[in-house]
């Protein structure tokens, strides 16, 4: 009973840098994005208190790139542990000649931030479109497309689909795709708690976060509520342009 009323303003506490990452969506900047990694840490950490039955401020548990640090206040220790999952996969992005790394990305993001440099250009009429957004987050490294989306006036046709007539704006779909990804990691940094009986004192894995994930996934990734959790705070004002155009 003692750790609920911490796990709540935790969360409330997680759920301010969530909408912060909102915030950098619509104002179409990334400054937003290490205050609600904090945040993020700050409420992570008061569940995990929490549960460890320790003062709500005792300890701060933080993820900083592949490592997950405790700074204990009271004794004024640090303790760091590597994130196996995060480096693994960014190893995989770095030998991979489909991706390349984005340093300025990954240091404005706290996350290892890799290009997807594969062509998915459609060619529709004279106009080239690059349509899609492609994105994948393991731990706290992910890779996107990098690309900016030409949007056209949209308008729905007789059989349901939908058309295009003239250029209408340029979508940053860059800055939307990472910062989904960004949710991402901050989901997956929200879950370490979770793991607490799992990793009694350490930290190796984060199977809490992949189990609700994929378990998420049975009604389709559309209705998994870590994606919808994601598309909400990283839409940028621009989506809702889309939907009032015609
Ligand atoms: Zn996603």
């Not at 993020?40 to 701060?60: A, P």
């Amino acid at each position: 009973m003692q750790g609920v009323w911490k796990g709540a303003v935790g969360g409330a506490v997680i759920y301010s840098g969530k909408e912060l990452i909102k915030v950098s969506s619509v104002k179409n900047t990334y400054a937003y994005v290490w205050p609600a990694r904090l945040l993020n840490s700050i409420g992570s950490s008061m569940i995990y208190n929490g549960l460890n039955n320790d003062k709500i401020f005792s300890n701060l548990y933080f993820q900083f790139y592949c490592t997950y640090i405790r700074y204990n206040f009271k004794n004024n220790d640090l303790t760091l542990k590597i994130d196996p999952i995060t480096i693994g996969y960014a190893a995989y992005l770095m030998i991979d000649r489909n991706y390349i790394f984005n340093l300025k990305n990954t240091l404005q993001l706290g996350s290892f931030m890799f290009e997807n440099i594969t062509d998915t250009s459609v060619v529709d009429g004279k106009k080239v479109l690059h349509v899609g957004t492609t994105g994948l987050t393991l731990g706290n490294s992910f890779f996107a497309k990098k690309y900016r989306l030409m949007i056209y006036n949209m308008y729905k046709q007789p059989d349901g689909t939908y058309a295009f007539t003239g250029e209408k704006y340029i979508k940053n779909m860059s800055l939307e795709t990472n910062l989904h990804e960004i949710v991402h990691t901050l989901q997956y940094e929200q879950c370490i708690p979770m793991n607490y009986f799992l990793n009694k004192g350490i930290f190796l894995w984060n199977p809490a976060f992949y189990t609700l994930y994929f378990s998420g996934n049975i009604r389709g990734y559309d209705n998994n509520p870590f994606e919808k959790t994601a598309n909400f705070y990283s839409k940028s004002y621009y989506d809702n342009l889309r939907y009032i155009s015609r």
